[in-house]
């Protein structure tokens, strides 16, 4: 079946640093990915709508300025947390729909992103 | 608005069959998905429904009703992994998941 791979699963680091996550589909062509960050024991939290060749579609409250979004294929989408802060510290989860069957996503295994 | 309704937790007994409901409201609607999530994982499909009925795979079977807004994912045989959180998302007339919290199930010896 569809695959979709994320990279890396762990990250630790400093406050004040940025930190890049990408989400891959394998073996479909994703035209739309989606960003997701699950605090524990929460549900997800769609944080944007990654569209291939044009600018990302962020949820009301998600400041764009510091999760960056590029989606420049049509295989790959990345999230950049920039001057990344202890309460960014959270998972981050990507799909990518699949165009085969309109609405299904299929979910990356997510990054765990801590923060120090 | 669009909401998604789904119980919080749910307790069952190992081998026995528990049923997961969610009732939607969207904006047009475009089908219907069960996701599970194992804790610190991310979520793995289960289901899709568009249109009304039963569809059955293996321990697992989720129903639609399409005039009710409601659905349900029914488990069979319930094992111990199946101890997790089981999301209801509905598809709007965008195709935008609109999600629900999630039913926490534990399952008991």
């Known amino acids: 079946g569809a695959v979709v791979s994320q990279h890396p699963s762990r990250v630790i680091c400093k406050s004040g640093t940025s930190v890049k996550i990408e989400c891959r589909s394998l073996?479909?062509?994703?035209?739309?990915m989606f960003w997701y960050r699950q605090f524990p024991k929460q549900s997800l939290m769609l944080m944007a709508t990654?569209?291939?060749?044009?600018?990302?579609?962020?949820e009301q409250g998600v400041e764009k300025d510091k999760f960056l979004i590029n989606h420049a294929s049509l295989t790959l989408s990345t999230l950049t947390v920039t001057s990344a802060h202890p309460e960014d510290s959270s998972f981050y989860i990507c799909s990518a729909r699949d165009p085969r069957l309109e609405g299904k996503q299929y979910f990356g295994p997510g990054t765990r992103l801590t923060v120090l | 608005g669009q909401n998604i309704d789904q119980p919080t937790e749910m307790t069952a007994t190992e081998g026995a069959i528990v049923q997961i409901n969610c009732t939607y409201q969207?904006?047009?609607?475009?089908?219907l998905f069960w996701y599970q999530q194992h804790a610190g994982e991310a979520p793995t499909f289960l289901s899709y429904n568009v249109l009304d009925g039963l569809e059955e795979k293996g321990r697992f079977s989720s129903f639609l009703s399409r005039s009710k807004g409601y659905s349900y994912l029914l488990l069979k045989e319930l094992q111990m992994k199946d101890s997790a959180s089981y999301l209801c998302?509905?598809?709007?007339?965008?195709?935008?998941?609109?999600w629900g919290a999630g039913t926490k199930l534990i399952i008991k010896p």
């Open positions: 990654s569209n291939e060749g044009s600018k990302a579609t962020y």
């Open positions: 073996d479909f062509q994703a035209t739309t």
């Open positions: 969207t904006s047009g609607f475009n089908g």
């Open positions: 998302a509905a598809t709007d007339s965008n195709y935008q998941l609109i």
